[in-house]
C-alpha cells in the first residue's frame, strides 16, 4: 500500500491516535503534515520532510492558513485525517448536567473542525482530480455510551458528516471515509488515570478479543482507506473496537 509522492495532514497528529495514525502514512511513504494544538514541530521532526504546524482546528482562519502553507510549502494535500477531538478530559455526568459551553466546545472540536478543514482542502484535492479524507468517529455512538451525551453526539454527527460530504464529493473523485476506534489506551487517556480505572476492565469484558485496544490498532485501516487499494471506497464507517459491536 505505496502512498509515495502523498502529503497527508494529520489533525491532533502530535500524540496517541493521530500519532499512531502518521507514523503508518510515513512508513507507507508519504509526506506528514503534523497539525496540533500542542508540540507539531517536534512530532514532524520524527519524519522525513515532515512539517508541523500550530493549529487550532476550531479556528476558520488558522484551518485556512494551514490549508495555504501546506499547498505552498508541499504543493499538494493529497490525503487529510480529521483526528483532532476532545475526549478524556471530559467528565463523565448526566446529560442533564452538562453545561452548555462545554456542550459548545465539544461540537467545535469534534465536528465543526471536519467541516473547517475539509472545506479548507478540498478546493485543492479538486484541482489535483481528488484525495482522501478519513474521519476518526467513535464506537460510542453505535453502542449508545451514556453520561457522555455530547462527546457521543459529536461522533455520531462525524458518522453523518462522513456519508453526506462523500456524496457531494464523488464526482471529483474525493472519498471520503470514516474510522471508528473503541475505547482506546492513548496518551491523553493515560493523562486521566480516572478514566483507566473506570473503563480500562469494562471495555476490555466487552470484547471478542480480551486485551487493550492501542492506537497502533487504528492505523492499518487508516493507511488502507488512504491507499490506491481503496479507490473504490467511500461514505463507509469502520468500526474498530476488537469485536465489542459488529457493524
Not at 493523562?191 to 480505572?197: D, G, M, N, Q, T
Not at 471478542?208 to 490506491?228: H, Y
Amino acid at each position: 500500500m505505496s502512498l509515495e509522492s502523498r502529503v497527508a495532514i494529520v489533525t491532533g497528529g502530535a500524540q496517541g491516535i493521530g500519532r499512531a495514525i502518521a507514523d503508518g502514512l510515513a512508513a507507507a511513504g508519504a509526506r506528514i503534515v503534523i497539525a496540533d494544538l500542542a508540540n507539531a514541530e517536534a512530532a514532524a521532526k520524527t519524519y522525513p520532510d515532515g512539517i508541523g504546524l500550530t493549529v487550532d482546528v476550531s479556528d476558520p482562519s488558522q484551518v485556512d492558513d494551514m490549508a495555504a502553507t501546506v499547498k505552498e510549502q508541499c504543493g499538494s494535500i493529497d490525503i487529510l485525517i480529521n483526528n483532532a477531538g476532545i475526549y478524556a478530559s471530559l467528565e463523565m455526568r448526566a446529560f442533564d448536567q452538562i453545561p452548555v459551553e462545554e456542550w459548545r466546545k465539544v461540537m467545535d472540536i469534534n465536528v465543526l473542525s471536519m467541516f473547517l478543514t475539509s472545506r479548507a482542502v478540498v478546493p485543492i484535492m479538486k484541482q489535483q482530480g481528488g484525495g482522501k479524507i478519513v474521519n476518526i468517529s467513535s464506537g460510542t455512538p453505535f453502542r449508545g455510551v451514556p453520561f457522555l451525551l455530547h462527546y457521543v453526539t459529536s461522533k455520531g454527527a462525524v458518522v453523518a458528516l462522513t456519508r453526506s460530504l462523500a456524496k457531494e464529493l464523488g464526482a471529483d473523485n474525493v472519498l471520503v471515509n470514516c474510522v471508528a476506534p473503541g475505547f482506546t489506551v492513548s496518551d491523553g487517556v493515560i493523562e486521566h488515570p480516572e478514566v483507566l480505572e473506570v473503563l480500562a476492565d469494562v471495555s476490555i469484558a466487552a470484547r471478542t478479543l480480551k486485551r487493550e485496544q492501542v492506537p497502533g490498532d487504528v492505523t492499518g485501516a487508516v493507511v488502507f482507506l488512504c491507499s490506491p487499494e481503496a479507490d473504490f471506497i467511500t461514505g463507509q464507517t469502520m468500526v474498530i473496537d476488537g469485536g465489542q459491536y459488529f457493524h
